[in-house]
């Protein structure tokens, strides 16, 4: 998994502010965004593509991220709200779990391979099993899975 500062040099290789990238192999692999983009739909890493669509729809991220620093806790007991990715939330249970819309689109042939395809199911599939009382789904508006695949499903799952 990516961390938060992966996420800000990628973000200043989009804004051309290289000399503030720290992981220098990330500036020795790509020149620009564009590379990193193409490499990330090309590979179908699912973390790059991830960051890509990240960066594309929130251009305050800097500002998001900050935001995350200031109000994080190391304490899983202090805390309000437990960000995590599925990776390590395997085997934690919360009695509510809401899960956001970063997932790879399952229908999009062209940007998912069938083994990627199975490896997101499997996520999905884990973060789903990680609630104990809720499970809250958090399409956007302009969600990636089809209108007419969702019909049927509810946001709340109890």
């Given at each position: 998994?990516?961390?938060?500062?992966?996420?800000?040099?990628?973000?200043?290789?989009?804004?051309?502010?290289?000399?503030?990238?720290?992981?220098?192999?990330?500036?020795a692999?790509?020149?620009?965004?564009?590379?990193?983009?193409?490499?990330?739909?090309e590979?179908?890493?699912?973390?790059?593509?991830?960051m890509?669509?990240?960066?594309?729809?929130?251009h305050?991220?800097?500002?998001?991220?900050?935001?995350?620093?200031?109000?994080?806790?190391?304490?899983?007991?202090?805390?309000?709200?437990?960000?995590?990715?599925?990776?390590?939330?395997?085997?934690?249970?919360?009695?509510?779990?809401?899960?956001?819309?970063d997932?790879?689109?399952?229908?999009?042939?062209?940007?998912?391979?069938?083994?990627?395809?199975?490896?997101?199911l499997?996520?999905?599939?884990?973060?789903?099993?990680?609630?104990?009382?809720?499970?809250?789904?958090?399409?956007?508006?302009?969600?990636?899975?089809?209108?007419?695949?969702?019909?049927g499903?509810?946001?709340?799952?109890?």
């Open positions: 998994a990516y961390q938060l500062s992966d996420l800000e040099d990628v973000h200043y290789l989009r804004t051309g502010q290289v000399e503030r990238i720290r992981n220098q192999r990330l500036l692999q790509f020149k620009s965004f564009a590379d990193f983009t193409e490499a990330a739909e590979s179908k890493d699912p973390e790059m593509l991830r890509v669509r990240l960066l594309k729809d929130h305050d991220i800097l500002r998001l991220i900050a935001a995350l620093r200031r109000h994080s806790t190391d304490a899983p007991d202090e805390a309000d709200v437990i960000v995590s990715t599925v990776h390590r939330a395997k085997g934690l249970e919360w009695d509510v779990v809401v899960l956001e819309e997932f790879l689109d399952l229908f999009d042939d062209e940007k998912i391979s069938p083994e990627q395809r199975v490896d997101e499997n996520l999905l599939y884990v973060a789903a099993t990680r609630a104990r009382r809720h499970l809250v789904s958090r399409p956007s508006s302009g969600s990636r899975i089809p209108k007419q695949r969702r019909q499903c509810h946001k709340v799952v109890s």
